[in-house]
């Protein structure tokens, strides 16, 4: 089946510092990219759609100058949380579709972001 | 997005079969129902989808009521690895490339596997 990779697997950082996350298909080209994020015992939140060669598309309540997406190549998203706080500490978790398909989509691993 | 309805949590023995139910009786004739878990600490996998006919794969079942109001999802001998969060989405058919074609995760049901 399709992979899709997130680096790191987790990261600490300290309050005001900037994390980036990244995402990539490894073995499909993907036009869109999906960002979420997950609480402790909450279902995933979609954040922001990924397009390739365009602006994101944040969700309503989401700050795009925040949380920073780049979706330079149709295998990498990235996702960079700026100004870190506490309040930001979660589970990130990005999702691919391939091209050419339109059925299954592939989630990468989840990144676990924690602020201190 | 048409909603899904699935209870919070069940409880299965280990070895013995598992039925998660899950309501969406808002289906657009178009809409598929897909199903998708995720195991603790990681993103979610995708575990089978279907439109009308019940449907199987190596993980599990899919029966789909003939009104397609309503959908089961069926693991025919749980291990302790099932324990996870089943999701039940409804998505736009295959092959149209949409890019708006986002997943929206309802609360799922959470699956508990006694050994």
């Known amino acids: 089946g399709a992979v899709v990779s997130q680096h790191p697997s987790w990261v600490i950082c300290k309050s005001g510092t900037s994390v980036k996350i990244e995402c990539r298909s490894l073995d499909f080209q993907a036009t869109t990219m999906f960002w979420y994020r997950q609480f402790p015992k909450q279902s995933l939140m979609l954040m922001a759609t990924s397009n390739e060669g365009s602006k994101a598309t944040y969700e309503q309540g989401v700050e795009k100058d925040k949380f920073l997406i780049n979706h330079a190549s149709l295998t990498l998203s990235t996702l960079t949380v700026t100004s870190a706080h506490p309040e930001d500490s979660s589970f990130y978790i990005c999702s691919a579709r391939p091209l050419d398909r339109n059925t299954e989509a592939f989630f990468g691993q989840g990144t676990r972001l924690t602020v201190v | ?115």
């Open chain 2, 1 to 115: 997005d048409a909603k899904t309805t699935q209870p919070n949590s069940m409880e299965s023995n280990e070895e013995e079969p598992v039925h998660l139910p899950c309501n969406h009786s808002t289906i657009s004739g178009t809409d598929y129902i897909h199903w998708y878990r995720q195991l603790p600490s990681q993103g979610p996998e995708y575990v089978i989808h279907g439109l009308t006919s019940n449907v199987n794969n190596r993980m599990a079942s899919l029966a789909i009521a003939e009104d397609r109001k309503s959908s089961t999802l069926i693991l025919h001998r749980a291990t302790l690895r099932d324990a996870a969060v089943y999701y039940c989405i409804l998505r736009g058919p295959p092959g149209i490339m949409n890019r708006d074609d986002k997943i929206i995760f309802g609360k799922g049901t959470r699956l508990h596997i006694l050994p």
